[in-house]
């Protein structure tokens, strides 16, 4: 067994996955069926095997759906992985090929896949904060059931912060439940303005206020109210939003502080190759929503993407780069170029998207139905279809489907 | 291979029609349509179904 500088003993063949979220499991899955044959060892801060996130500000919130309809099911050709849980990879030394966890131990490695997603961006205001506070997000089984039991208080009032997806499924969500008093804040003029556009958006804002979800637009929050609990939501214009739980979906920050010292660009999550490589280590990947990589389909500019579909399509490619790497391959696979791809239910309607909407934003015409309704809308980028979204039920969402091909079809678009 | 899809689950996302087209299906009214008895040379693409599936409804027995 080979020594490390530091006298940590290197296992023969070892790939540390770090994070065993979707992203984690996914990484050793492809690692086996892109060849590799070593130990794989992924280490997780939750103490849970990995779940499926998209669940939580839907069933779970709403008390549908148990943690075992939400546990993934590795396949089984990952069933020797190594999975250390209720652990964190807390520092790295590239160079040296070592990982140091929480516990103080080091684990030296030959290949490593930086999977360590994402956290909620917090509010930075004064208030009261902490366990008991009122103040909730949405990222982890805990954050879903602790968000549930207050949800389900009588008379509850909820202020949530931040009109993206999440924002938007925890109000349609918590009006599902019964909660009377739901309103939604944000400083854009609309909600899901960006991703999506104006006709979608005002067509979106208009299917919730109908369904009793209120709005506080084109406006800020300057703090929380209240001593040990929070007891309001004072916007910038002086407004104050009484409230008994607060929900704070702005944003997220990657997980990257355990990079810090080599010399990676980690300024939006971890600057990856057009193969997932990591700042010129070739035997280190990232995958998920932590990796910022060129999109070969696009403009090359590297965008971090939090689809849910993301965490496959990295791993898959990152794994062939990884491995052909490790056993000395000289094959180098064509760049990674995915076709983005995300969904979202808000009341009893679905978003469905295929390709890069957000593009083709100052161009969009509706391809099919009408906002009122079923909608199939199509976005544009120097007269080039870059996205369809659909929005309402069934149809709709199948009608955006028939244009995959073609935005698969379509040669890269570079600016 | 077996492949077992669980309707209560499935929500027709469609998204495994995309990885195996030979296996999964949505009929005209966009509800899912699949072959349970795949042969086995379709087992890669039926894996690749079954991950992309938002609702992890795919489960694949020997």
Same mark, same amino acid.
């Given at each position: 067994m080979a020594e490390t500088g530091h006298?940590?003993?290197?296992?023969?063949?070892?790939?540390v996955v770090a994070g065993a979220s979707m992203g984690g499991l996914r990484a050793a899955e492809q690692l086996r069926a892109a060849g590799w044959t070593g130990t794989i060892t992924v280490i997780g801060d939750e103490p849970h095997m990995p779940y499926n996130r998209p669940p939580l500000s839907k069933d779970v919130l709403a008390g549908t759906a148990s943690f075992e309809s939400l546990a993934f099911t590795p396949r089984a050709s990952a069933a020797d992985v190594e999975w250390r849980l209720g652990t964190t990879v807390a520092s790295a030394r590239l160079d040296e090929r070592v990982v140091g966890l929480d516990d103080g131990t080091e684990l030296a490695f030959d290949g490593l896949v930086?999977?360590?997603?994402?956290?909620?961006?917090?509010?930075?205001?004064?208030?009261?904060?902490?366990?008991?506070?009122?103040?909730h997000t949405v990222r982890t089984l805990a954050d879903a059931r602790g968000l549930r +039991? $207050?949800?389900? *208080?009588? /008379?509850?009032?909820?202020? &949530?912060?931040?009109? =993206?997806?999440?924002?938007?499924?925890?109000? @349609?969500?918590?009006?599902?439940?019964?909660?009377g008093e739901v309103t939604v804040v944000d400083p854009e003029p609309l909600p899901m303005l960006r991703p999506l556009g104006e006709l979608l958006a005002r067509s979106l804002h208009r299917r919730h206020e109908e369904r009793g979800v209120r709005f506080a637009l084109g406006v800020g929050v300057a703090g929380l109210e209240g001593e040990d609990r929070v007891t309001g939501v004072v916007l910038t214009d002086?407004?104050?939003?009484?409230?008994?739980?607060?929900?704070?979906?702005?944003?997220?920050?990657?997980?990257?502080?355990?990079?810090?010292?080599?010399?990676?660009?980690?300024?939006?999550?971890?600057?990856? +190759? $057009?193969?997932? *490589?990591? /700042?010129?280590?070739?035997? &280190?990947?990232?995958? =998920?929503?932590?990796?910022?990589?060129?999109? @070969?389909?696009?403009?090359?500019?590297?965008?971090?993407?939090?689809?849910?579909?993301?965490?496959?399509?990295?791993?898959?490619?990152?794994?062939?780069?990884?491995?052909?790497?490790?056993?000395?391959?000289?094959?180098?696979?064509a760049p990674f170029a995915p076709l983005p791809t995300f969904w979202s239910d808000q009341h009893e309607f679905r978003l469905q998207s295929f390709g890069a909407p957000a593009l083709?934003?100052?161009?969009?015409?509706?391809?099919?139905?009408?906002?009122?309704?079923?909608?199939?809308?199509?976005y544009h980028c120097d007269d080039r279809l870059v996205g369809v979204v659909a929005l309402g039920g069934p149809a709709a969402t199948t009608g955006a489907a028939r244009y995959r091909a073609q935005l698969l079809a379509q040669p890269a678009l570079i600016s | 291979m077996k492949v077992v899809v669980d309707m209560n689950k499935c929500q027709d996302h469609g998204q495994c029609v995309f990885s195996a087209p030979d296996v999964f299906q949505l009929d005209d009214t966009g509800r899912l349509a699949y072959v349970s008895d795949p042969d086995d040379a379709l087992r890669d693409e039926v894996e690749e179904a079954a991950d992309v599936c938002p609702l992890q409804a795919i489960r694949i027995e020997a």
């Amino acid at each position: 067994m080979a020594e490390t500088g530091h006298g940590v003993p290197r296992s023969p063949g070892r790939v540390v996955v770090a994070g065993a979220s979707m992203g984690g499991l996914r990484a050793a899955e492809q690692l086996r069926a892109a060849g590799w044959t070593g130990t794989i060892t992924v280490i997780g801060d939750e103490p849970h095997m990995p779940y499926n996130r998209p669940p939580l500000s839907k069933d779970v919130l709403a008390g549908t759906a148990s943690f075992e309809s939400l546990a993934f099911t590795p396949r089984a050709s990952a069933a020797d992985v190594e999975w250390r849980l209720g652990t964190t990879v807390a520092s790295a030394r590239l160079d040296e090929r070592v990982v140091g966890l929480d516990d103080g131990t080091e684990l030296a490695f030959d290949g490593l896949v930086v999977a360590t997603g994402m956290r909620p961006r917090r509010l930075r205001c004064d208030g009261p904060s902490g366990p008991g506070s009122g103040r909730h997000t949405v990222r982890t089984l805990a954050d879903a059931r602790g968000l549930r +039991d $207050e949800l389900t *208080r009588p /008379g509850v009032r909820v202020v &949530v912060i931040g009109a =993206g997806f999440i924002g938007c499924e925890v109000a @349609a969500t918590a009006k599902g439940l019964g909660v009377g008093e739901v309103t939604v804040v944000d400083p854009e003029p609309l909600p899901m303005l960006r991703p999506l556009g104006e006709l979608l958006a005002r067509s979106l804002h208009r299917r919730h206020e109908e369904r009793g979800v209120r709005f506080a637009l084109g406006v800020g929050v300057a703090g929380l109210e209240g001593e040990d609990r929070v007891t309001g939501v004072v916007l910038t214009d002086g407004t104050v939003l009484p409230a008994d739980v607060v929900v704070e979906s702005v944003g997220s920050v990657a997980n990257t502080e355990w990079l810090d010292g080599n010399g990676l660009d980690l300024s939006d999550g971890v600057l990856t +190759d $057009e193969q997932l *490589r990591v /700042g010129g280590h070739p035997n &280190v990947v990232a995958v =998920g929503d932590v990796a910022r990589f060129p999109n @070969a389909r696009y403009d090359g500019v590297p965008r971090r993407v939090e689809h849910w579909s993301i965490p496959t399509d990295t791993a898959k490619h990152a794994a062939k780069s990884l491995v052909a790497h490790l056993v000395g391959s000289v094959a180098q696979p064509a760049p990674f170029a995915p076709l983005p791809t995300f969904w979202s239910d808000q009341h009893e309607f679905r978003l469905q998207s295929f390709g890069a909407p957000a593009l083709g934003i100052a161009d969009v015409r509706v391809l099919d139905g009408d906002p009122e309704g079923d909608v199939l809308v199509g976005y544009h980028c120097d007269d080039r279809l870059v996205g369809v979204v659909a929005l309402g039920g069934p149809a709709a969402t199948t009608g955006a489907a028939r244009y995959r091909a073609q935005l698969l079809a379509q040669p890269a678009l570079i600016s | 291979m077996k492949v077992v899809v669980d309707m209560n689950k499935c929500q027709d996302h469609g998204q495994c029609v995309f990885s195996a087209p030979d296996v999964f299906q949505l009929d005209d009214t966009g509800r899912l349509a699949y072959v349970s008895d795949p042969d086995d040379a379709l087992r890669d693409e039926v894996e690749e179904a079954a991950d992309v599936c938002p609702l992890q409804a795919i489960r694949i027995e020997a």
